[in-house]
């Protein structure tokens, strides 16, 4: 006898999502949501999209996966190929965890000042890591350069080359930005997102200007060291890289082919000090629950930034890139907020978050 149910088939937590594919089919529709006490400070909806639910954990598998099934389409990698890439960040992991999937080699070249964790973390997921001298992108032996030339020196393999392959972009055109058109139903006013190969950026808003026919407003956001905040603000004349910032995988010296076809789409920009940005950070722990890496809570302190501009009763989406789970050591550390000045920047009530020495 199975006696009284103890669950409804009407749950709220039961959705109709059918089995995937696989780690690719995994990839995307992730949830938009609502961050209820910045929407009611501001008096706008401010909408988070939920991208660390990814299957590798963050946005970039998404420009991983088309960047990889680019190369396949034009012939570049077959069964049993190579992928190559220069990256430090998660452009690595969201290729490491889809070569695994489609059987393909798996090569990253990265300047050897990145974190121990991160080399092991992609050698974990099959990757061929190879760190090289940490040296600007004029010099041949630049990282990017390496895995170019690596990748040409080999038969049947591709350089995914995430910065200037638009493919990336697409990934943003056919999936982020009509996922957040059907989760608003149209009903977004306005986008906003910090950059690093702009791929997010520039595909989410040529999506959602081509959708509401120019209604939706994009701000690109972006932190101190950064030129994209300059360059916007100046009408393209200026490119100011002073200061630098705690963020990873966001900020840009250069306009991207990425972002290019996309920039006179943009309405305008913000800078968000990192002060903003961690305490950003650890008021969305403590009031909401969601636990984001430095770049997400730039991009929410930006949207937050957005709402002000707009007024009450308009919807603000942004991107919610990764966690802070790749990060905690640093971001949770007193030690480390301390030597970059940014302990003073945390209320009181919110310091009991500093939970590493
Ligand atoms: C944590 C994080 N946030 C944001 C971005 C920026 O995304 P995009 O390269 O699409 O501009 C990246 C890119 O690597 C990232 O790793």
Redesign the pocket.
Known sequence: MLGRRLYSAASRHVTSARPTDGFVGAIGNTPLVRIGSLSKETGCEILGKAEFMNPGG???DR?ALFVVEDAERRGLVRPGGTIVEGTA???GIGLAHVCRAKGYGCVIYMPNTQSQEKIDLLKMLGADVRPVPAVAFDNPDNYNHQARRYAESLDNAAWTNQFDNTANRQAHIETTGPEIWAQTAGKIDGFTC????????AGTTRFLKEASEGRVKSFAADPPGSVIYSYIKSGGKVMDRSGSSIT???GQGRITANLQPDIHLVDDALRIPDADTVRMLFRLLDEEGIYL?A??ALNVAAAYEMAKALGPGNTIVTIM??GAYRYQSRLFSRKWLESKGLVDAIPAHLQKYIALA
Do not use: L, Q, W
Not at 194 to 201: R, W
């Open positions: 963050s946005v970039k420009a960040g998660n452009t910090a950059t690093g190969t702009g791929g997010t950026f990873e995988g966001i890496g770049s997400s890139a990764d």
